[in-house]
């Protein structure tokens, strides 16, 4: 289940940055309300739904085969997962908004 989410995230990753390389200079693309702006919150959006749909498929077959023990390990290593590949997507948020130089600018 891991490495199927790690793949989708990879996938969501990809589009990201397509559409990100494929924008105005990021001034233009900062807008609220713009295609970029909203990017992010679609991207990330789509990989929590993504774990919720994992986890809600496999729960009764993981926990009749396995029990509520290996579950919860796999839950864990689903969010995990989920967190790195997050702390990625939000990395590219902060380069392609330059945050580093709009918090260093007072």
Do not use: W
């Not at 994992?54 to 796999?74: K, M, W, Y």
């Amino acid at each position: 289940m891991r490495l199927v989410l790690g793949g989708k995230a990879r996938e969501l990753y990809q589009s990201l940055d397509t559409v990100l390389d494929s924008k105005p200079p990021p001034a233009a693309a900062n807008k609220p309300g713009t295609a970029a702006a909203t990017t992010f919150i679609d991207v990330l959006s789509a990989l929590l739904r993504e774990v919720a749909m994992a986890v809600e498929q496999d729960e009764q077959a993981i926990t009749s085969t396995f029990g509520a023990a290996a579950f919860l390990d796999v839950v864990v290593g689903v969010q995990a997962e989920c967190d790195s590949q997050g702390l990625r997507m939000l990395q590219r948020f902060v380069e392609a908004r330059r945050v580093a130089q709009h918090v260093n600018v007072s």
